[in-house]
């Protein structure tokens, strides 16, 4: 599937840049154009790939150029005001060969976080093919400030788009990792994921066609209906054999080469990469029963997919999820793995994001409470105690 990708703000910017990486990488031919929009001009320089004229610098009047600093209200006045600087960059993507847009942003900080949905909704209003977001969840250490930022981006950003793919930094940070070492390993998670999902269908020279493909239109009949979305991975290495074919230990090895392929192995081992998929860590955690549509890409080389093991895996996800609505496909790819890649959309039981929502309710009623404390507290300093002073004017 072809997208046009936007990334809003520092996080927004930083994963479409690490897009175009993992695109040239795998060739996968997923990304038809690449922006990025910032109201600050340091985060826009620090890119590598998103070509110079897709930067696009908002707020110059308000903030010149120096950010909005984690004001995500700020981030959503700027995002209007200057929304035609957007179109323009916009404008010049050729919107007819493109599938959907991308608006991807992290919904803690200030730029993104405001703007990201006023850009969804601008798009929604003028272009008709669909547009998704991908929202990142700050850190739960991040602090009050942030989360709140989170949960009242996260209510805005879902009800703009038509279809909210949310990750979770706080499933993937690791301990003991510098800031900016653990952002490079979560945005090749990211880029990861969602590249086997949205690639699937996009098939170049010289590469194999599926034998049940997954089409562009499949993955947006998973995300249509709207709602929150979650994404499921697995994968095992398979290793290159001395013959120059591929021998696995996803297939449990054995002298014989690809044509010693066990067919009822391969569809056992299938099964259970779904499985682990699914019930393993998702981009964001919640339960998956429940979820209203789902779409399975099993993918890696062609002799180690088999249709009998995407039907299983099917059957297994409509009984998990109680959905009718599972659709899945193989995507062929000459890689030394083997993967799963679950997309669950209208997912609604996820306690993550309730008690998000807790968080960021305790979170302003204290910096309300702080306020007018400090209020209180000022004028006390400042007025003496018998009032026997008077200001000069
Ligand atoms: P903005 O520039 O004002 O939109 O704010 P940022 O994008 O800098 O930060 C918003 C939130 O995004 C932070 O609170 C982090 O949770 C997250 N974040 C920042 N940088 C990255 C990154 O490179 N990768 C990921 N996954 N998250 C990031």
């Known amino acids: 599937m072809k997208l046009a990708m936007i990334g809003f703000g520092q996080a927004g910017g930083k994963v479409v840049d690490r897009f175009l990486d993992y695109d040239d990488r795998t060739n996968s031919g997923i990304v038809r154009a690449a922006i990025a929009v910032n109201s600050a001009k340091a985060d826009l320089m620090g890119l590598t790939n998103i070509p110079q004229e897709n930067r696009i610098l908002i707020g110059q009047a308000r903030v010149k150029g120096h950010g909005v600093g984690a004001d995500n209200e700020l981030g959503a ?7 035609d600087e957007v179109q ?18 992290g919904m803690g900080g200030g730029t993104g976080s405001g703007g990201a949905p006023v850009l969804a909704k601008h798009l929604k209003r003028i272009y008709t093919i669909p547009v998704y977001g991908l929202g990142i969840l700050p850190g739960t250490d991040e602090g009050g400030i942030y989360t709140l930022n989170a949960a009242r981006s996260f209510q805005t950003f879902v009800r703009e788009v038509d279809n909210l793919l949310v990750f979770d930094n706080d499933s993937w940070r690791q301990t003991g990792e510098s800031m900016e070492g653990g952002y490079d390993q979560i945005n090749e998670e990211i880029v990861r994921r969602f590249g086997v999902l949205f690639g699937a269908g996009e098939v170049g020279e010289g590469q194999e066609v599926a034998e049940s493909v997954v089409d562009s239109s499949e993955i947006i009949n998973t995300l249509s209906g709207g709602g929150v979305s979650t994404v499921g991975y697995a994968s095992e290495d398979v290793e290159l054999n001395t013959s120059g074919g591929l021998l696995s230990r996803f297939t449990g090895g054995g002298g014989g080469g690809n044509d010693g392929l066990d067919a009822a192995n ?7 990469l779904v499985r682990k998929a699914a019930l393993g860590r998702l981009t964001l955690p919640c339960e998956i029963d429940g979820a209203e549509r789902a779409l399975l890409v099993l993918s890696g080389p062609s002799e180690y997919l088999n249709r009998k093991g995407i039907e299983r895996g099917r059957k297994w996800l409509e009984e998990e999820t109680g959905s009718m609505e599972v659709r899945g496909g193989d995507f062929p790819r000459q890689v030394p793995e083997v993967s799963a890649a679950i997309l669950l959309s209208g997912v609604t039981n996820v306690p993550r994001i309730k008690r998000l929502q807790q968080v960021a309710i305790e979170a302003q009623d204290n910096m ?17 105690d018998e009032d026997e002073l008077e200001p000069l004017f």
């Open 266 to 272: 391969t569809t056992n081992r299938i099964t259970s």
């Open 368 to 384: 309300e409470d702080i306020q007018s404390e400090s209020q209180q507290n000022l004028e006390s300093l400042v007025e003496d």
């Open 88 to 105: 323009n960059a916009v404008d010049s993507i050729p919107t007819h060969e493109v599938d959907a847009f991308l608006v991807v942003a």
């Open 77 to 83: 006045e700027i995002a209007e005001e200057d929304i």
